[in-house]
């Protein structure tokens, strides 16, 4: 009896002490050697370099896929690598993007105290002729005001957080974010349709000329006050149609169409990289946006209401696009025969 009961103490102590090594071994995220030994490295690396998880993030950036029940476009993917070189990359892309936006507007209030409005040499004639028409208008401000709610939205997302936060606090940049977001979102498809419209109804008067390099030789006389013919778009016209609407247009068009339908099975790298382009053309579409409205407002008088009524002096035409004025006198362009004042509306 005393044996039996011995054998039962003695199996109780086995027994406790197998679950007892089980559990230890079930607590433990180390289960094979490799790990173990992984495990070992980091606790060291912790107390080496502590912050610094090199030898978590060699691992992740090996690229060796995970296992998973979950089928699906990188669903083997728990952290995916290129997010941290991206995220990297947007601190110094957005505060140099922030220093060129901030530099342009120095640089054209600088140019508007140093020169001024353009105006007229000679006097007014008072005879109109015809510069745009209002299927051209209506394009171009639709263009312009999607464009322009664009750019200031993108910029508000962009740089808000560091600029506007700290002023109006949270609660309004709250609402105001959520606001650019959505406007952002939404507005982008229309622009999307309207740019190709106004590419192609206003291409054929960009298609650069021999005569464009007296222009840009003398950069349009802008800093000389000489004067330079044009044609019905001067060469800096030209190069801003090319940049603004064509390369950097289209390309935002594009990564934004990527970022805004990330239902098409697009993967995480293929938005990291439409988002870094679409920042950088974003910031540059921004400079181009503000030089081409400065001078369509402030800085050449008359243009702006060539935009708005579609109608500009004689002079105003003769002194600013002399080529194209003496084209449409000669006849070879649509301008002339300018109804009365009352009826300008074509
Ligand atoms: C606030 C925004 C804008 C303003 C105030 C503005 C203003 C003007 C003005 C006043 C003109 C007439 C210039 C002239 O008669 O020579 C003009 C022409 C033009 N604008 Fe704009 N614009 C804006 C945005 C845009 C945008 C975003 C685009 C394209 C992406 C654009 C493309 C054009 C084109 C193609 C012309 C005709 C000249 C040419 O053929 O190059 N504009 N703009």
Redesign the pocket.
């Known amino acids: 009896m005393g044996n039996i009961r011995v054998a039962a103490v003695r199996c109780t102590v086995v027994l406790a002490a197998a679950l007892w090594l089980g559990a230890a071994v079930a607590q433990s995220p180390a289960v094979n050697p490799k790990e173990a030994a992984d495990a070992r490295t980091q606790q060291q690396q912790q107390r080496i370099q502590p912050l610094n998880n090199e030898p978590v993030w060699s691992e992740v950036r090996s690229g060796t896929p995970q296992m998973t029940q979950v089928r699906g476009r990188e669903t083997d993917v728990l952290i995916q690598p290129e997010g941290q070189t991206w995220r990297a990359l947007r601190v110094p892309l957005t505060t140099a993007g922030g220093f060129l936006v901030a530099l342009t507007l120095v640089a054209l209030a600088v140019f508007y105290l140093w020169r001024g409005p353009i105006g007229l040499k000679a006097p007014p004639t008072g005879r109109l002729i015809r510069?745009f028409t209002l299927v051209e208008r209506a394009v171009?401000w639709t263009?312009?005001v999607t464009?322009?709610i664009l750019a200031v939205t993108g910029l508000v997302v962009t740089f808000g957080k560091a600029v506007l936060l700290p002023i109006i606090g949270s609660t309004l940049f709250s609402w105001l974010a959520t606001l650019s977001k959505l406007l952002h979102n939404f507005v982008g498809p229309i622009l999307a349709v309207a740019?190709v419209v106004?590419i192609v109804m206003?291409v054929h008067?960009?298609i650069p000329r021999a005569y464009d390099w007296l222009w840009i030789r003398k950069a349009g006389g802008l800093f000389s006050g000489e004067h330079v013919p044009a044609g019905k778009?001067n060469a800096g016209?030209?190069v801003?149609?090319w940049l603004?609407?064509v390369i950097f247009?289209l390309t935002l068009v594009v990564t934004g169409l990527i970022l805004d339908f990330p239902n098409f099975n697009q993967t995480r790298q293929t938005m990291q990289t439409a988002n870094t382009v679409h920042m950088i053309a974003g910031v540059i579409a921004v400079v181009l946006?503000l030089g081409?409205?400065y001078l369509?407002?402030v800085g050449v008088k008359g243009?702006?209401d060539?935009?708005r009524t579609g109608y500009v002096d004689e002079t105003w035409a003769r002194e600013h696009h002399e080529y194209w004025y003496n084209e449409v006198k000669a006849g070879r362009e649509a301008g002339e025969g300018v109804p009365p004042l009352a009826q300008r509306t074509a």
């Open positions: 510069r171009h263009v312009a464009y322009t740019l106004l206003f008067e960009n778009a016209q030209k801003l149609f603004m609407a247009g946006l081409h409205a369509g407002v243009a702006y060539a935009m």
